[in-house]
Nanobody
Framework: VQLQASGGGLVPAGGSLRLSCATS????????TGWFRQAPGKEREFVAA????????YYAGSVKGRFTISRDNAKNTVYLQMNSLKPEDTAVYYC?????????????????????WGQGTQVTVSS
């Protein structure tokens, strides 16, 4: 599975962006997909994840209520709608995927659960 993240950019605090994660090759419809981010000098952290069916979603506490993950399997695309952006959301955002449903909810937030990664898209939120 080859993942392509897009939609990043520069926005003022309080603004919105929608990131997209699209695939080429295999359909994304059978893959759990997640978003992670990495700010300069910091470790990569979990943002959100969605099961292959879209039936369950998971969020980091720092983004819950502001970000929404969704998917359109017909378009082989997963989205991350980001509202009320804050300067601390500034990071490179990566989408990741792996086949099927994970054994336990705890795995959705772990980067090691995902075997396929996109190249990242920069999100910069100005204060």
């Amino acid at each position: 599975v080859q993942l392509q993240a897009s939609g990043g950019g520069l926005v003022p605090a309080g603004g919105s962006l929608r990131l997209s994660c699209a695939t080429s090759g295999r359909a994304l419809g059978t893959y759990t997909t997640g978003w992670f981010r990495q700010a300069p000098g910091k470790e990569r952290e979990f943002v959100a994840a969605i099961t292959w069916s879209g039936g369950s979603t998971y969020y980091a506490g720092s983004v819950k209520g502001r970000f929404t993950i969704s998917r359109d399997n017909a378009k082989n695309t997963v989205y991350l709608q980001m509202n009320s952006l804050k300067p601390e959301d500034t990071a490179v955002y990566y989408c990741a995927a792996d086949f099927g449903t994970f054994y336990s909810d705890v795995y959705y937030s772990k980067s090691t659960s995902y075997g396929y990664w996109g190249q990242g898209t920069q999100v910069t939120v100005s204060s």
